[in-house]
């Protein structure tokens, strides 16, 4: 995942858009993953876990986004999509040797508040998330990112986020939607956004598919 917007409060929301190459296979929300009974997610088909997971339950979701780094070791790098679904079944953060995963950034929220954790390959943070609006992008909580400029004020000012995804897919560094051409001829673009609410009452969760966006 590339870019997710979080919002404190009641509702505690989260939006993620997932960016990523449009031949890897995935499925949409789902109890995908027996041993992490109750935890709902949308699964690559591929590596098998998620970029966002949702634990009704406990109130609690965890969202994976790529991070800027040293690179594991490709004689022991493994998926990252297990960081996830491990969080939101467990509440707890990245533990033990990190790293076997690239960098990234995990961000875990629940009803007590909102954590950021990222790994550079070297070195383990955590910051806790400021109350109000935040967007996190694959250089962490970084307010001279293009996107971030360009977009978090918009959220910030918007009760209903869903419309400010209603844009042309862009190259463009700022571009929130994005579709990007390879000379291999192969797409990457935004796939899907995925928004979450948790209050004490309960939790709503909505998979959006956005591939139509991409064709061409």
Request: proline share 8%; aromatic share 6%.
């Amino acid at each position: 995942m590339c870019t997710l917007i979080v919002r404190t409060g009641s509702p505690l929301t989260l939006l993620g858009v997932r960016d990523e190459f449009t031949d890897r296979p995935w499925e949409g929300l789902g109890e995908h993953w027996p041993e992490h009974p109750g935890v709902i997610g949308g699964r690559d088909l591929k590596a098998g876990g998620t970029w966002l997971a949702v634990n009704p339950a406990a109130r609690r979701a965890a969202a994976l986004l790529n991070g800027h780094g040293t690179p594991a070791p490709d004689t022991r790098k493994v998926s990252r999509g297990d960081l996830a679904l491990r969080a939101a079944s467990t509440g707890e953060p990245p533990a033990g040797d990190l790293t076997c995963y690239d960098p990234f950034h995990l961000v875990l929220a629940d009803l007590t508040g909102v954590r950021l954790f990222s790994w550079d390959g070297e070195r383990l943070t955590a910051t806790d998330l400021p109350d109000g609006t935040s967007m996190v992008v694959n250089s962490g909580l970084d307010p001279s990112s293009a996107r971030v400029m360009a977009h978090l004020p918009r959220f910030r000012d918007a009760d209903d986020w869903w419309p400010l995804l209603a844009q042309e897919p862009s190259e463009r560094p700022e571009a929130l939607i994005v579709r990007r051409e390879l000379p291999d001829g192969r797409v990457f673009g935004s796939l899907s956004a995925t928004e979450v609410e948790i209050t004490p009452g309960g939790v709503t969760y909505e998979l959006a598919d956005l591939t139509a966006n991409l064709d061409r």
